[in-house]
């Protein structure tokens, strides 16, 4: 601002003036963000520390270390890191085969426009998609036993079946995060390491792994808090308990019996915002890294 | 320079090459020997069939029909891996998880050199390029023209047989252009390697190789060396993708052309008869006339001077035979402005006459 | 950059090269492989929703009568039909609101606080860390004071959830609108609209948002589908949006709800395919 030098003294305070109304223009997001974001996201840390009365207490926390509360923290766990990796493997293998599909475009855009609608697709209407395919009445199912296979819907309500349907969401999910990350694989550097004396397997070992392995790893993060998340398929498939988390949360918020445990549930959302947020501040650690290299 | 990195070049002959895709004619019929040692420019618009037919040498595509044979050995079915040539691509090739030095160690590393002797040759190979002090850095931490550079020293560590440079200084801006382009001369003649480069830059072309090949629509029109495809257009093609051209009405007799009024010797390619006569404006001079009222064909009045640094392009209206281009050291051109008369005259180069 | 890449893919003779690097030899070979490596994924992700069509149109197990009885008993529940409603209503007014918070708050801070712009973009991206079932949480309290301010006759409607609506699509909507707001100069626009005695309402209204009008239709439409689907914050808070309804309904006549669900989906698959339409028309007419 080269105006600046040399102007009168009051010519300062206008300026003043001007930026603080330039600020008046950004109050109401802030606002709005500060009362219906950030204000509840505090209040679960801070009564997750307190009585339901206001006093400070640790018995909230000291519930996490009852053993339904572990026992469903290393089922969310177990379903978290096994959805996160089979989608993983199985969305960047789909990503490769439309990668390197016809250059037309119609397959990736086809593909792509229809990940993007699963990705997003859970709750009610997905569990019951499940429940009519392979539930006990489902489709699949009764074709099933009508060729004579004896097969029961049960393991859908189990943590089994929330896995698989869980991959419903997390495969087409991995397809979109992984995508850009082929395409910043430029044709080059295969042509390059055939013209030094690789073969496609030292591409593949040299060349195409160590580019790709940030981003894998990123996108397993990203499918891991996804699933870690998730409450509206799990709730809607299984209407009792609290297998994982999410329903324990459920479960905590909605008994109204038990006095004096209304803030264990901010307590188990406090446990379940921690680990989110770890996997997806290492996700976009990961892609921040990946990005230097595929552009 | 070290012993190890001079190698006798190799002859690389294109026999009868053919590539189609689909309805497309990439390539048709091309034959091209490269002498040992040789630096050959492909020059031609996109879609010429120049990349085509460096990527057959280079065995990353296949080819529909022909054979290429390097040091009097057929390798057209051999697979890209197996042929020994060192290639440079357009832009983005560096592996960006790697640094320059381990860049150019990445071939000595697939053929199972040892660490320390192909840390030593890498550091060679920078040291050619000018790169001793980048070693360590990664390629989004270098100039374009910087990577430009690694990409060569990662070609000519393998010590290939041939070196094949697909449009290298197409994404760099003019001044590395130039620059990396006389670097890229310079190693080649070093190093002493067979060279196939492709491009769509005449000057680039004419600059570096020791002959110019021409192509368009999948054919070689000329092969020849620099002067001799400037100079002598051997088609009408050439005449006008090498170089400007004014054209101007001609009739051809014998061995001379008759251009307005003047006469010139022609090329053996020219037609005999009536035809159009592509001249180059450096072979155009002019001289200052007073008067207004000639007929002398070769009269017209100035309409455009173009000061364009060391050379001057004068914009001469002949009227009837339209506009006509000259270039002239500037120095020469200081006395001529916009509205004066001037008169053609043009230097006894063998010029092309084409049909009309 | 962008321009760099046109012309290094256009000077390139051969018309097929493919992004990983596969070559056109191999490339021909794997086409049969990589359609029957497709077919599992296919089978897997289409099951289930034909399931859910062929459930909701038998009026008994696998061999019963094609029936649409499902589907018409929809009309004649009013439960269904009102929550249908308040979801249509949520959906426009999570967008309305959100439109009037974000866009104006982007295209400022892009003009006049460029240093704010950072924090703007945490706070619109947060939502995708604070999972909804933690919001919800915390959200308890204070839709207690909500309630408690609501007037009587409006007690219990579903409507309130938009307040927690907006902040659930706003990493969306955000995203779709830098997209937007990126491919023009807003600087430039208003600035040359200011110049020409522009006051900041006509900037905002007459030249910014027709520029970035297919980014807001974007927007417009995630934020539908986003809440159309919506089934975490309503069922946890006790308000009964369609997701509630629809899992509510399951237990007196499964066969209503998956017509129901199945019908809902349709609407959202449809509205998202409108939207990498638009997406794509987008992009198109600027490369031209």
Same mark, same amino acid.
């Given at each position: 601002?080269?105006?600046?030098?040399?102007?009168?003294?009051?010519?300062?305070?206008?300026?003043?003036?001007?930026?603080?109304?330039?600020?008046?223009?950004?109050?109401?997001?802030?606002?709005?963000?500060?009362?219906?974001?950030?204000?509840?996201?505090?209040?679960?840390?801070?009564?997750?520390?307190?009585?339901?009365?206001?006093?400070?207490?640790?018995?909230?926390?000291?519930?996490?270390?009852?053993?339904?509360?572990?026992?469903?923290?290393?089922?969310?766990?177990?379903?978290?890191?096994?959805?996160?990796?089979? /989608?993983?493997?199985?969305?960047?293998?789909?990503?490769?085969?439309?990668?390197?599909?016809?250059?037309?475009?119609?397959?990736?855009?086809?593909?792509?426009?229809?990940?993007?609608?699963?990705?997003?697709?859970?709750?009610?209407?997905?569990?019951?998609?499940?429940?009519?395919?392979?539930?006990?009445?489902?489709?699949?199912?009764?074709?099933?036993?009508?060729?004579?296979?004896?097969?029961?819907?049960?393991?859908?309500?189990?943590?089994?079946?929330?896995?698989?349907?869980?991959?419903?969401?997390?495969?087409?999910?991995?397809?979109?995060?992984?995508?850009?990350?082929?395409?910043?694989?430029?044709?080059?550097?295969?042509?390059?390491?055939?013209?030094?004396?690789?073969?496609?397997?030292?591409?593949?070992?040299?060349?195409?792994?160590?580019?790709?392995?940030?981003?894998?790893?990123?996108?397993?993060?990203?499918?891991?808090?996804?699933?870690?998340?998730?409450?509206?398929?799990?709730?809607?498939?299984?209407?009792?308990?609290?297998?994982?988390?999410?329903?324990?949360?459920?479960?905590?918020?909605?008994?109204?019996?038990?006095?004096?445990?209304?803030?264990?549930?901010?307590?188990?959302?406090?446990?379940?915002?921690?680990?989110?947020?770890?996997?997806?501040?290492?996700?976009?650690?990961?892609?921040?890294?990946?990005?230097?290299?595929?552009? | 320079?070290?012993?190890?990195?001079?190698?006798?070049?190799?002859?690389?002959?294109?026999?009868?090459?053919?590539?189609?895709?689909?309805?497309?004619?990439?390539?048709?019929?091309?034959?091209?020997?490269?002498?040992?040692?040789?630096?050959?420019?492909?020059?031609?618009?996109?879609?010429?069939?120049?990349?085509?037919?460096?990527?057959?040498?280079?065995?990353?595509?296949?080819?529909?029909?022909?054979?290429?044979?390097?040091?009097?050995?057929?390798?057209?079915?051999?697979?890209?891996?197996?042929?020994?040539?060192?290639?440079?691509?357009?832009?983005?090739?560096?592996?960006?998880?790697?640094?320059?030095?381990?860049?150019?160690?990445?071939?000595?590393?697939?053929?199972?050199?040892?660490?320390?002797?192909?840390?030593?040759?890498?550091?060679?190979?920078?040291?050619?390029?000018?790169?001793?002090?980048?070693?360590?850095?990664?390629?989004?931490? !270098?100039?374009?023209?910087?990577?430009?550079?690694?990409?060569?020293?990662?070609?000519?560590?393998?010590?290939?047989?041939?070196?094949?440079?697909?449009?290298?200084?197409?994404?760099?801006?003019?001044?590395?252009?130039?620059?990396?382009?006389?670097?890229?001369?310079?190693?080649?003649?070093?190093?002493?390697?067979?060279?196939?480069?492709?491009?769509?830059?005449?000057?680039?072309?004419?600059?570096?190789?020791?002959?110019?090949?021409?192509?368009?629509?999948?054919?070689?029109?000329?092969?020849?060396?620099?002067?001799?495809?400037?100079?002598?257009?051997?088609?009408?093609?050439?005449?006008?993708?090498?170089?400007?051209?004014?054209?101007?009405?001609?009739?051809?007799?014998?061995?001379?052309?008759?251009?307005? /009024?003047?006469?010139?010797?022609?090329?053996?390619?020219?037609?005999?008869?009536?035809?159009?006569?592509?001249?180059?404006?450096?072979?155009?001079?002019?001289?200052?006339?007073?008067?207004?009222?000639?007929?002398?064909?070769?009269?017209?009045?100035?309409?455009?001077?173009?000061?364009?640094?060391?050379?001057?392009?004068?914009?001469?209206?002949?009227?009837?035979?339209?506009?006509?281009?000259?270039? !002239?050291?500037?120095?020469?051109?200081?006395?001529?402005?916009?509205?004066?008369?001037?008169?053609?005259?043009?230097?006894?180069?063998?010029?092309?006459?084409?049909?009309? | 950059?962008?321009?760099?890449?046109?012309?290094?893919?256009?000077?390139?003779?051969?018309?097929?090269?493919?992004?990983?690097?596969?070559?056109?030899?191999?490339?021909?070979?794997?086409?049969?492989?990589?359609?029957?490596?497709?077919?599992?994924?296919?089978?897997?992700?289409?099951?289930?929703?034909?399931?859910?069509?062929?459930?909701?149109?038998?009026?008994?197990?696998?061999?019963?009568?094609?029936?649409?009885?499902?589907?018409?008993?929809?009309?004649?529940?009013?439960?269904?039909?009102?929550?249908?409603?308040?979801?249509?209503?949520?959906?426009?007014?999570?967008?309305?609101?959100?439109?009037?918070?974000?866009?104006?708050?982007?295209?400022?801070?892009?003009?006049?606080?460029?240093?704010?712009?950072?924090?703007?973009?945490?706070?619109?991206?947060?939502?995708?860390?604070?999972?909804?079932?933690?919001?919800?949480?915390?959200?308890?309290?204070?839709?207690?004071?909500?309630?408690?301010?609501?007037?009587?006759?409006?007690?219990?409607?579903?409507?309130?959830?938009?307040?927690?609506?907006?902040?659930?699509?706003?990493?969306?909507?955000?995203?779709?609108?830098?997209?937007?707001?990126?491919?023009?100069?807003?600087?430039?626009?208003?600035?040359?609209?200011?110049?020409?005695?522009?006051?900041?309402?006509?900037? !905002?209204?007459?030249?910014?948002?027709?520029?970035?009008?297919?980014?807001?239709?974007?927007?417009?439409?995630?934020?539908?589908?986003?809440?159309?689907?919506?089934?975490?914050?309503?069922?946890?808070?006790?308000?009964?949006?369609?997701?509630?309804?629809?899992?509510?309904?399951?237990?007196?006549?499964?066969?209503?709800?998956?017509?129901?669900?199945?019908?809902?989906?349709?609407?959202?698959?449809?509205?998202?395919?409108?939207?990498?339409?638009?997406?794509?028309?987008?992009?198109?007419?600027?490369?031209?």
């Amino acid at each position: 601002m080269t105006s600046t030098v040399g102007v009168p003294a009051g010519q300062s305070t206008r300026t003043g003036r001007r930026f603080s109304l330039s600020w008046l223009g950004v109050v109401p997001f802030f606002a709005y963000v500060g009362l219906f974001l950030l204000l509840p996201t505090g209040l679960v840390v801070i009564q997750a520390f307190g009585t339901p009365e206001g006093q400070p207490t640790l018995s909230n926390i000291r519930a996490l270390g009852e053993s339904y509360v572990l026992t469903a923290f290393w089922r969310s766990i177990q379903l978290s890191f096994a959805t996160a990796a089979i /989608g993983a493997i199985f969305g960047a293998l789909l990503a490769y085969l439309v990668v390197s599909g016809p250059a037309d475009g119609l397959l990736r855009r086809t593909v792509t426009a229809v990940a993007g609608v699963l990705a997003q697709f859970g709750g009610v209407t997905l569990a019951f998609a499940f429940m009519v395919s392979v539930g006990n009445q489902g489709l699949v199912t009764l074709l099933l036993q009508d060729t004579g296979i004896s097969v029961s819907g049960g393991w859908l309500y189990e943590l089994s079946g929330l896995i698989v349907v869980y991959l419903y969401f997390q495969i087409p999910l991995m397809v979109l995060v992984f995508l850009p990350a082929l395409d910043g694989v430029k044709p080059q550097w295969r042509e390059a390491t055939e013209s030094l004396g690789g073969s496609t397997w030292a591409y593949w070992r040299h060349v195409a792994a160590p580019l790709l392995a940030p981003p894998f790893m990123g996108a397993f993060l990203l499918l891991f808090a996804n699933a870690f998340a998730a409450y509206a398929t799990a709730a809607a498939l299984i209407s009792q308990g609290g297998i994982i988390i999410p329903l324990q949360i459920r479960a905590a918020m909605t008994s109204e019996t038990v006095l004096g445990q209304e803030n264990v549930a901010k307590a188990l959302a406090l446990g379940m915002v921690i680990v989110v947020a770890v996997a997806m501040a290492l996700y976009s650690w990961m892609q921040r890294r990946s990005a230097r290299w595929l552009q | 320079m070290t012993e190890s990195l001079t190698r006798a070049g190799v002859e690389v002959r294109l026999e009868g090459l053919r590539r189609e895709y689909g309805a497309v004619t990439a390539l048709d019929g091309l034959d091209l020997t490269i002498e040992p040692g040789e630096f050959i420019a492909l020059l031609g618009p996109s879609g010429c069939g120049k990349t085509t037919a460096l990527r057959l040498l280079a065995g990353l595509e296949d080819a529909d029909g022909g054979r290429v044979v390097v040091g009097g050995k057929d390798v057209t079915g051999l697979p890209t891996n197996k042929r020994d040539m060192g290639m440079v691509f357009q832009a983005y090739s560096l592996f960006p998880h790697m640094t320059a030095r381990q860049n150019v160690a990445f071939g000595l590393r697939l053929r199972k050199v040892g660490e320390a002797e192909r840390n030593r040759r890498a550091g060679e190979m920078l040291e050619l390029v000018g790169l001793s002090a980048q070693a360590d850095r990664y390629a989004h931490q !270098m100039s374009g023209g910087q990577q430009q550079r690694v990409a060569l020293a990662r070609a000519l560590a393998i010590q290939p047989t041939v070196l094949l440079l697909d449009e290298p200084l197409s994404a760099l801006d003019a001044k590395v252009r130039a620059s990396l382009r006389d670097e890229i001369r310079r190693v080649q003649l070093e190093v002493g390697i067979t060279t196939l480069f492709v491009t769509h830059d005449q000057e680039e072309a004419l600059a570096v190789a020791d002959r110019v090949g021409v192509m368009n629509a999948g054919r070689l029109e000329q092969l020849g060396a620099p002067t001799e495809v400037y100079g002598q257009p051997a088609t009408p093609f050439v005449a006008e993708f090498v170089g400007l051209s004014n054209r101007l009405p001609a009739t051809v007799s014998g061995s001379k052309a008759d251009v307005l /009024g003047a006469s010139l010797p022609t090329v053996a390619a020219s037609v005999s008869g009536p035809g159009v006569a592509l001249v180059r404006p450096e072979a155009v001079d002019l001289v200052a006339v007073d008067s207004a009222g000639s007929d002398d064909p070769l009269t017209g009045s100035i309409v455009a001077v173009s000061f364009l640094g060391a050379v001057t392009r004068i914009t001469v209206d002949l009227g009837t035979h339209g506009k006509v281009l000259a270039q !002239m050291p500037t120095s020469q051109a200081a006395g001529f402005s916009t509205g004066d008369r001037a008169r053609l005259t043009f230097r006894p180069a063998p010029i092309l006459v084409v049909k009309a | 950059m962008a321009a760099v890449t046109t012309e290094l893919t256009k000077t390139g003779d051969s018309p097929r090269r493919n992004g990983i690097g596969l070559r056109a030899r191999s490339a021909r070979r794997t086409r049969v492989i990589r359609v029957l490596a497709m077919l599992p994924f296919g089978l897997f992700f289409a099951v289930p929703l034909i399931a859910l069509i062929e459930f909701s149109t038998r009026s008994s197990d696998l061999y019963g009568e094609r029936t649409l009885e499902y589907w018409r008993a929809i009309g004649d529940n009013p439960d269904l039909l009102i929550a249908l409603r308040d979801s249509l209503l949520l959906a426009l007014i999570t967008s309305v609101v959100a439109l009037a918070l974000l866009v104006p708050t982007m295209v400022w801070v892009r003009l006049r606080l460029p240093k704010l712009q950072r924090v703007v973009e945490f706070l619109c991206l947060l939502p995708l860390t604070i999972p909804a079932l933690v919001l919800v949480v915390g959200l308890g309290p204070i839709y207690l004071w909500i309630a408690y301010f609501t007037p009587a006759e409006y007690d219990s409607s579903p409507l309130v959830l938009a307040f927690a609506y907006v902040v659930l699509v706003m990493p969306y909507m955000y995203r779709a609108l830098d997209a937007g707001l990126q491919a023009i100069d807003v600087r430039t626009l208003s600035e040359a609209a200011r110049s020409l005695g522009a006051g900041w309402f006509t900037v !905002m209204v007459r030249v910014i948002l027709p520029n970035v009008f297919s980014a807001v239709l974007n927007a417009s439409l995630l934020a539908v589908a986003l809440v159309l689907g919506e089934f975490t914050v309503a069922s946890l808070l006790n308000y009964d949006n369609l997701q509630v309804a629809i899992n509510l309904q399951a237990q007196a006549s499964v066969g209503v709800s998956v017509a129901l669900a199945a019908a809902a989906l349709i609407f959202v698959f449809i509205l998202l395919f409108a939207l990498s339409f638009v997406g794509r028309r987008r992009s198109t007419a600027k490369g031209k």
